[in-house]
């Protein structure tokens, strides 16, 4: 039987919103809990015939893979009684201004993006955050010991003092609710080069050191914008090279590791790119990104290091002073390649290798 339109007088087709979508970038299955709302909206939508849309839809996603989201979508028809209404996608894409109500998506006509009443505030202004929220969360006057697994093993693998000083530096958060077995989670705040706090993503960290996949990324601020991690240490020395990685506990990791250069995280893949980058436009730049092989890639590089060679390239085709570090490519081993690993993964398991020989021969 076909899937009710439930609220709608018509059919809405999910293939066409699909290719939009993907011909425009929009990810909006950005976290493991999206991606899987989307999964389970198609299913219950459409069926079987809205298997290549969210496939189409989520390949946006960096960390997108086939076999991944077949899984997701089969366990997504198999769960009828947790299906969610089409209006999901409804509301998720109308933020990205697209309207599933137009009849592009029902009929022919080009596209057209929703433009907001003048009469009316159809989105939400840009949160002021206050100065003491972030003060609230910062280590102060406690021990550092005990606050988040991360910190405990960088604490053990590093010397005391350069950990709390990257803490200090980075403006690192501690999450002030326990979380059980899952530890504390570190807030990484993003000050920009005005000293301005624009944004805070809360990530929750296993005691490898690893990310807790179970416990996606939260940006607390979602009406905000969003700005390098450590750009405000910009102004210290104007002489001081940068170095790009892509996820925040690299930046905080490498900064203890090499200190020669300035570290900044952009976040996510896609954020290596001239607008998010701009600050940098006048410093010498060199980025170090992660290894992503995917099974679907054509390139004989990472889907990562393939995209920031080709941004690279061509902003230094723009007159920037920028690199891409490919080190990590030629040297990595085939388990870090599958592992997705990055430079400070690779750091982290040297410094643990070092402890271990250190208590075997005290």
């Not at 989670?185 to 490898?208: C, G």
């Not at 020669?260 to 990104?289: D, T």
């Not at 030629?330 to 990055?342: E, F, G, I, S, V």
Request: net charge positive; hydrophobic share 35%.
């Amino acid at each position: 039987m076909k899937p009710s339109c439930r609220k709608y007088a018509y059919p809405v087709n999910v293939s066409r919103i699909a290719s939009d979508v993907a011909a425009r970038g929009i990810d909006i299955a950005p976290t493991r809990i999206r991606w899987e709302l989307l999964a389970r909206c198609l299913a219950g939508y459409a069926g079987e015939q809205g298997r290549d849309a969210f496939h189409q839809m989520a390949a946006v996603w960096p960390d997108y893979s086939r076999h991944d989201s077949e899984i997701c979508y089969n366990r997504a028809l198999r769960q009828t009684g947790k299906h969610i209404s089409i209006g999901y996608l409804k509301g998720v894409l109308k933020r990205h201004g697209i309207d599933i109500d137009h009849p592009r998506y029902r009929g022919s006509g080009p596209l057209q993006l929703v433009k907001p009443n003048p009469t009316k505030t159809t989105t939400k202004t840009m949160k002021k955050i206050n100065f003491n929220s972030l003060l609230r969360s910062l280590l102060g006057d406690r021990s550092a010991i005990g606050l988040n697994p991360l910190i405990d093993l960088l604490l053990r693998l590093y010397p005391q003092q350069a950990v709390l000083m990257a803490c200090q530096r980075y403006l690192i958060g501690f999450n002030s609710f326990k979380t059980g077995k899952m530890g504390d989670a570190l807030i990484f705040w993003q000050v920009d080069d005005k000293r301005h706090i624009v944004n805070a993503k809360k990530i929750y960290y296993r005691f490898d050191g690893h990310r807790d996949k179970n416990l996606p990324p939260m940006v607390l601020y979602a009406d905000n914008p969003q700005c390098l991690f450590g750009l405000h240490q910009l102004g210290e020395d104007p002489t001081q090279p940068i170095a790009i990685v892509e996820s925040e506990k690299s930046a905080l990791i490498m900064s203890i590791v090499m200190p020669e250069y300035l570290w900044m995280a952009c976040g996510s893949l896609n954020n290596f790119n001239e607008k998010f980058l701009k600050p940098l436009r006048h410093r010498k730049i060199v980025a170090f990104p992660d290894l992503d092989y995917r099974r679907d890639s054509k390139s004989c590089y990472s889907v990562s290091t393939d995209a920031w060679v080709k941004e690279a390239n061509r902003l230094k085709a723009a007159g920037w002073k920028i690199s891409v570090d490919m080190n990590l490519e030629k040297k990595a081993t085939t388990p870090q390649r599958l592992d997705k690993c990055d430079i400070a993964d690779i750091a982290l398991e040297q410094a643990k290798q070092d402890h271990i020989e250190r208590l075997k021969h005290p």
